[in-house]
């Protein structure tokens, strides 16, 4: 099946889920779900986006990746860049926090970094928020130049006096179909931690939440967070870049 009638089919999906299943995650499920937040952390400061916030000045983010970035699944307003911004204007009552949403389906590494400049760049972002690497390790293959692809990437990124955040894969049957999960997690914290950059462990934090029985994280298809998973990773996500920034 070619890209356009991938992207196509999966659309249809979308909007069949948004007619036929419920949005929005219950109370129970979320705390349930942040409780294995716990320990866990960006393991990077986010000093521009501090600087910002504390000088009260507007702070745009960008939001770049695939599938998982649009919330595919989810209800408008549901997708975790959503989700973490009101999370964050719920704690930053002050704060003026302008998203921009640069998701788009079947993207892969290749893909998100040939858009760098028309979708993320050219917003002047102060914070970068790159959920990247499971259409990769899925579907597309991993290129052995990714982690230099990656690497080149972040560092335009920073040079671009960006904070960037690194959103690993999603832990889900699909996911765990091949051992390049594996691969790719490693390529991933690895950039991370060379560049000093944010890291978000979704794959841990949902890992430990299935784990210890947490139900509903993942949608039908086994792939792709349902609306309670974006709910509980945007809120996570926000929460350490809050806690990144004190």
Request: hydrophobic share 45%; glycine share 10%.
């Amino acid at each position: 099946m070619s890209k356009f009638f991938t992207r196509a089919f999966l659309t249809l999906l979308l909007l069949f889920a948004c007619v036929c299943y419920p949005q929005g995650a219950s109370a129970g499920t979320l705390d349930a779900c942040l409780a294995f937040k716990r320990g866990l952390s960006l393991g990077a400061p986010l000093t521009g986006v501090r600087a910002k916030l504390k000088a009260g000045k507007k702070l745009t983010v960008v939001a770049l990746g695939s599938s998982s970035t649009t919330g595919f699944g989810t209800g408008f307003g549901g997708a975790f860049p959503d989700v973490m911004k009101q999370e964050l204007l719920r704690l930053r009552p002050s704060a003026r926090i302008e998203l921009v949403n640069s998701g788009r389906i079947m993207d892969n590494i290749p893909d998100n970094v040939s858009r760098l400049e028309s979708d993320v760049l050219r917003y002047k972002p102060d914070l970068v928020v790159w959920q990247l690497g499971s259409n990769d390790a899925l579907w597309r293959g991993i290129g052995g130049n990714v982690k230099e692809m990656i690497t080149d990437a972040v560092k335009r990124l920073k040079a671009a006096s960006a904070d960037i955040v690194l959103i690993d894969l999603q832990y889900a049957p699909l996911v765990l179909l091949t051992d390049r999960h594996t691969h790719m997690e490693k390529i991933i914290a690895e950039v991370a931690h060379e560049q000093n950059v944010g890291l978000f462990p979704r794959f841990l934090m949902m890992k430990r939440a299935v784990d210890g029985g947490v139900k509903g994280l993942v949608w039908w298809d086994g792939l792709h967070n349902s609306a309670e998973g974006h709910k509980c990773i945007g809120v996570a996500l926000a929460q350490m870049i809050d806690a990144a920034t004190r």
